[in-house]
């Protein structure tokens, strides 16, 4: 039931940049801040971008994050091996007066 | 350090109960909210329900309202998920999560989550 729609992979080589998409409405992305997150395989998520794009301690400053009106961009540049993961938008969505994930996109390091 | 342990997860029989905990430490617990996520196996990351610092604010999604309450205890820094009603779909690995302050603003921390099986 995810109400944020992500690409359900995304692929880039070494040294490449990749952007993965989060879109959502006025009633989540459109009206609140987005988050962004990695989950290695069989580990919880962590936080990779917070406040649509500030990066906690100890992020690299390869991962970026923007937004725009319904939606939300994670680019990570100058990609490595071990950012081969999957990763999550989320955001408060006013109306379901909850939070809501997006459906998830994974990427491989080809 | 923040750290968030959740327990309780469990097989269980369709119509039945649990009651997941999260015991926490490394910030001051009543100070910020707290949500259960929840991940099916191979699917997406679902938001089940959320607790504001205070206690006083609960938030659910659709499909747990009316089965599933949110509870903390401040004076332990603890988390709790009672959970009613199983079914099969609420199988999943349940995540204890420490919002960054607010419900609004998201999640920061999560703990290593507990797994709850739903089945005969």
């Known amino acids: 039931q995810s109400v944020l729609t992500q690409p359900p992979s995304a692929s880039g080589t070494p040294g490449q940049r990749v952007t993965i998409s989060c879109s959502g409405s006025?009633?989540?992305?459109?009206?609140?801040?987005v988050n962004w997150y990695q989950q290695l395989p069989g580990t919880a998520p962590k936080l990779l971008i917070y406040?649509?794009?500030q990066r906690p301690s100890g992020v690299p400053d390869r991962f970026s994050g923007s937004k725009s009106g319904t939606s939300a961009s994670l680019a990570i540049s100058g990609l490595q091996s071990e950012d081969e993961s999957d990763y999550y938008c989320?955001?408060?969505?006013?109306?379901?007066?909850?939070?809501?994930f997006g459906t998830g996109t994974k990427v491989t390091v080809l | 350090e923040v750290q968030l342990l959740e327990s309780g997860g469990d097989l269980v029989q369709p119509g039945g109960s649990l009651r997941l905990s999260c015991t926490t430490s490394?910030?001051?617990?009543?100070?910020?909210?707290m949500s259960w996520v929840r991940q099916a196996p191979g699917k997406a990351l679902e938001w089940v329900s959320g607790?504001?610092?205070?206690?006083?604010?609960?938030y659910y999604t659709h499909s747990v309202k009316g089965r599933f309450t949110i509870s903390s205890d401040n004076s332990e820094s603890a988390l709790y998920l009672q959970m009613n009603s199983l079914r099969a779909e609420d199988t999943a690995v349940y995540y204890c999560?420490?919002?960054?302050?607010?419900?609004?603003?998201?999640?920061?921390?999560w703990g290593q989550g507990t797994l709850v099986t739903v089945s005969s």
């Open positions: 999560a420490k919002a960054i302050q607010y419900s609004k603003s998201g999640i920061d921390f």
């Open positions: 490394g910030f001051t617990f009543g100070s910020c909210a």
């Open positions: 607790i504001s610092g205070r206690g006083d604010a609960t």
């Open positions: 006025s009633s989540n992305i459109g009206s609140n801040t």
């Open positions: 406040t649509n794009s």
């Open positions: 989320a955001a408060w969505d006013d109306s379901l007066n909850g939070l809501v």
